[in-house]
């Protein structure tokens, strides 16, 4: 008969308890991991079978789980992984924030699609971007790489009391700006061509004041629109790239103790 003491019980709690809140709380955040038509049970699963294969490679901790200094750790391994999911979907975001910024200047901010990644209703071109860039995530394996900064983040900030320091929540608020920066350089090129249409339809509008702008005005915008958008889309893969991986070198810098 197999017998249990209360020390191994807690050994046992402490090396997978903590490992598991970690990569749970950044699945709950993370692009493609914490999707709408991802169901939490399979994020769940997904979370269990990674920390049963990193908790054993992990450093330990001498913290006791049920005290109050158990309680902090929770809470640091919870910020922890919710904050290198954050920095990730922060990316997406700002990709999917230029698509909507280009959207109301080609006249498409009425035509709205259902996002699959959140479940809510954004424009097309924001959409379009969201699945573009999620195909490139996956297809240059940041699903992975996700992983693996998870795995090394056990090694260089183990599980403990002491969590993010001030400089790390600096740079977690700085972050932020990537938001703003990228949608900016995904949209600008394209908002300040149409610009240009807009203004020489201004311009045809004092020549010829019957023209009709509003019956001619929004096709030519839309199939202009479009072609920028054809002519940006390697643009807009290289953009979502670089940030990718200035996204990973903070997670890098935020996991370091």
């Given at each position: 008969m197999?017998?249990?003491?209360?020390?191994?019980?807690?050994?046992w709690?402490?090396?997978?308890?903590?490992?598991?809140?970690?990569?749970?709380?950044c699945?709950?955040?993370a692009?493609?991991?914490?999707?709408q038509f991802v169901?939490p049970?399979?994020?769940l699963l997904?979370a269990?079978a990674?920390t049963l294969?990193?908790?054993?490679?992990v450093?330990?901790?001498?913290?006791?789980?049920f005290s109050?200094?158990?309680?902090?750790?929770?809470?640091?391994q919870?910020?922890?992984?919710?904050?290198i999911?954050?920095t990730?979907?922060?990316?997406f975001?700002?990709?999917?924030m230029g698509g909507q910024?280009?959207?109301?200047?080609?006249?498409?901010?009425?035509?709205?699609?259902?996002?699959?990644?959140r479940g809510t209703?954004t424009p097309?071109i924001?959409?379009?971007y969201?699945l573009?860039v999620?195909l490139?995530?996956?297809?240059?394996?940041?699903?992975?790489?996700?992983?693996?900064?998870?795995?090394?983040?056990?090694h260089t900030?183990?599980?403990g009391e002491a969590?993010f320091n001030?400089?790390s929540m600096?740079?977690?608020?700085s972050?932020?700006?990537e938001?703003f920066a990228g949608?900016l350089?995904v949209?600008?090129?394209?908002?300040t061509?149409l610009l240009?249409v807009?203004?020489a339809?201004?311009?045809m509008s004092r020549?010829?004041?019957t023209?009709?702008l509003f019956?001619i005005?929004?096709?030519?915008?839309?199939?202009?629109?479009l072609?920028i958008i054809?002519?940006?889309?390697?643009?807009?893969?290289?953009?979502f790239?670089?940030?990718?991986?200035?996204?990973f070198e903070?997670?890098?810098?935020?996991?370091?103790r």
């Amino acid at each position: 008969m197999l017998t249990f003491t209360s020390g191994q019980l807690e050994a046992w709690l402490v090396q997978y308890l903590w490992p598991f809140i970690r990569i749970g709380a950044c699945f709950m955040t993370a692009p493609i991991f914490g999707a709408q038509f991802v169901p939490p049970r399979v994020r769940l699963l997904l979370a269990g079978a990674i920390t049963l294969i990193v908790a054993p490679l992990v450093p330990g901790s001498q913290v006791v789980p049920f005290s109050l200094a158990g309680v902090i750790v929770t809470a640091q391994q919870l910020i922890i992984g919710l904050a290198i999911g954050f920095t990730l979907q922060l990316v997406f975001d700002a990709l999917s924030m230029g698509g909507q910024l280009l959207s109301n200047s080609m006249g498409l901010g009425f035509a709205f699609n259902v996002d699959p990644l959140r479940g809510t209703s954004t424009p097309v071109i924001g959409t379009l971007y969201m699945l573009l860039v999620t195909l490139t995530f996956l297809a240059l394996d940041g699903h992975l790489m996700l992983v693996e900064s998870l795995v090394q983040g056990f090694h260089t900030m183990p599980v403990g009391e002491a969590g993010f320091n001030s400089v790390s929540m600096w740079s977690m608020a700085s972050w932020g700006t990537e938001l703003f920066a990228g949608s900016l350089m995904v949209a600008l090129p394209g908002m300040t061509a149409l610009l240009i249409v807009n203004v020489a339809f201004g311009v045809m509008s004092r020549a010829a004041p019957t023209l009709n702008l509003f019956a001619i005005g929004f096709p030519i915008s839309l199939i202009f629109g479009l072609i920028i958008i054809y002519i940006g889309l390697p643009a807009v893969q290289s953009t979502f790239v670089g940030s990718l991986e200035r996204a990973f070198e903070l997670i890098g810098a935020l996991t370091q103790r």
